[in-house]
């Protein structure tokens, strides 16, 4: 909402920071896993991995406490995602990236987005 009436992101840019610097490390990721020729892996993450700050980012102009959560219920849902193909690649043993620091990092995103929803919710249902 750009009339400053209700935006809980404009104080709080914690989990903008984050999803942001963890898309970076995504994408250096997906780079390095396409340089060992595993394409179709390296897409799907590239895809959820940055899609997760696209909706934090979407949802920092919402235009309703809706809006707002319907955003960032994508944002989690590309996080919970984005853990799935982490997984899958570890064990898997495709590439040779460090990818439990990866699934920490987007397991803290997880658990920010999860308390946002939280208090979200209860503050709407109020």
């Known amino acids: 909402m750009n009339n400053g009436e209700w ?3 404009k104080t709080e840019n914690i989990i903008r920071r984050k999803t942001f610097e963890f898309a970076l490390e995504i994408v250096g990721l997906g780079r390095n ?3 060992q020729h595993e ?3 390296s897409k799907q993450l590239l895809r959820s991995g940055t899609s997760i700050g696209a909706n934090v980012e979407e949802a ?3 235009q309703s406490k809706r809006d707002f959560i319907a955003k960032m219920s994508i944002a989690l849902k590309e996080a919970r995602e984005t853990q799935y193909w982490l997984r899958l690649l570890e ?3 495709i590439g040779t990236a460090d990818y439990k620091s990866y699934i920490q990092h ?3 995103i997880e658990r920010i ?3 946002i929803l939280k208090t979200s919710r ?3 249902n109020q």
Do not use: G, H, R
């Open 91 to 93: 064990n898997s043993k």
């Open 33 to 35: 896993l396409q340089q």
């Open 7 to 9: 935006n809980p992101l």
């Open 39 to 41: 394409f179709i892996l």
């Open 122 to 124: 209860s503050k709407q």
């Open 106 to 108: 987007v397991q803290e």
């Open 113 to 115: 987005l999860t308390a």
């Open 60 to 62: 920092d102009v919402a």
